[in-house]
């Protein structure tokens, strides 16, 4: 077994009237897809942040290399080699790809300090091209998916010839394909070398891509193992202090009357001739390929798109939704694909 390349050591963290990291451990290698694993507030986030130099920790200690180190802020974790790939993008829609991958580190002309342009848009191509990723160095950002927008931040990481590199729930927003695509590039980068910090709720991921696991459970270190050696129910015991068939019971709901009813539902282009009936006490899955029609169905139910025809009835009345406060003051709420860019406005 090689030497550890991060180690954690009773990491403490305290915010006002909480304790928000406990005596954490971690111990990361190089060439190795390490899950960190846990519930929401068990601690995940709080750690990738005084790794990347956000937080400071108040107790224990951080080795990288074998050395006590301790970051002022993030642009002192990736000098250090310690990259991060959040689940929202951070990127700047605005500005190219060559742009965004190297805010912050650009490539200059020597002696004259100049920002070297060429440079810099023939690097970011290799890249990419690294990557077998099919994106210009000059697109903008705004005309990326959420998918290639997490492949140019893992382009950004390189670029920082970073040797950590975290990803925080990559696949959220990706469809199947475009995960293969990601799990191409994780085994590149373990095979490469780099140390993969891997976080995810999903235990396909973990056993597919991971070679080991450590869990958090309310700030505190519960274990760690490897994934060959562990089951998900054993891992599922050591996130929630019980096991799988008593976190998630069968229970038998009655199903009551048709809530929402739509028949018919087209927009040219897009979809055509979409019916279905959504009850009481029931959740309805939508499923499908990326460009299948799912987000423009819902976009149209909610009046952001225009149906070109077909009928929406609540409660059995049909009702017309021509824009958004329309479907609210029918009781309709609605959770877009990109939070940043349409669920929030991140300047208030």
């Known amino acids: 077994m090689s ?3 991060l180690e954690v050591k009773q990491l403490t ?4 009237g909480i304790k928000a990291l406990d005596g954490v451990h971690l111990t990361i290698r190089s060439g190795e897809v390490h899950a960190l694993i846990g519930e929401n507030g068990a601690g995940k986030s709080t750690l990738v942040k005084i790794l990347t130099g956000v937080y400071f920790p108040t107790q224990g200690e951080v080795l990288y290399e074998g050395n006590p180190i301790s970051f002022r802020n993030a642009i002192d974790a990736q000098k250090a080699g310690i990259a991060a790939i959040h689940q929202e993008a951070s990127m700047f829609p605005e500005l190219s790809v060559t742009e965004n991958i190297y805010m912050g580190h650009h490539l200059t002309h020597p002696g004259t300090g100049r920002i070297d342009w060429r440079k810099m848009r023939t690097e970011t191509q290799k890249l990419l091209d690294e990557l077998e990723l099919d994106i210009d160095s000059n697109t903008l950002v705004k005309n990326l998916g959420v998918a290639q927008r997490h492949m140019v931040e893992i382009a950004k990481a390189l670029s920082l010839h970073a040797k950590v590199v975290i990803m925080d729930e ?12 990601l799990y191409k ?6 095979a490469d070398g780099k140390a993969i910090i891997f976080i995810s709720h999903k235990f396909d991921e973990i056993f597919e891509i991971c070679d080991c696991y450590t869990v958090l459970r309310d700030g505190r270190y519960i274990g760690e193992g490897k994934v060959s050696e562990a089951s998900v129910d054993s891992i599922v015991r050591m996130m929630v202090g019980r096991s799988l068939d008593q976190m998630y019971p069968k229970r038998n709901v009655p199903t009551g009357r048709s809530i929402l009813s739509v028949k018919g539902l087209s927009q040219l282009g897009y979809f055509s001739n979409i019916s279905f009936n959504l009850h009481e006490g029931e959740i309805l899955g939508f499923f499908g390929l990326v460009g299948a029609g799912r987000s423009e ?8 798109d225009r149906k070109t025809t077909g009928t929406i009835s609540l409660d059995g009345k049909e009702i017309d939704i021509h824009c958004p406060s329309d479907a609210m003051a029918h009781g309709m709420a609605f959770v877009p694909e990109d939070r940043q860019e349409q669920g929030v406005i991140l300047a208030m």
């Open 185 to 190: 590039i994780v085994r590149r980068l373990k």
């Open 3 to 5: 030497q550890p390349l």
């Open 13 to 16: 963290k305290y915010f006002p």
């Open 297 to 304: 169905v819902m976009r149209t139910i909610f009046g952001v």
């Open 170 to 181: 990559p696949t959220s927003a990706l469809s199947l394909r475009e995960v293969e695509d």
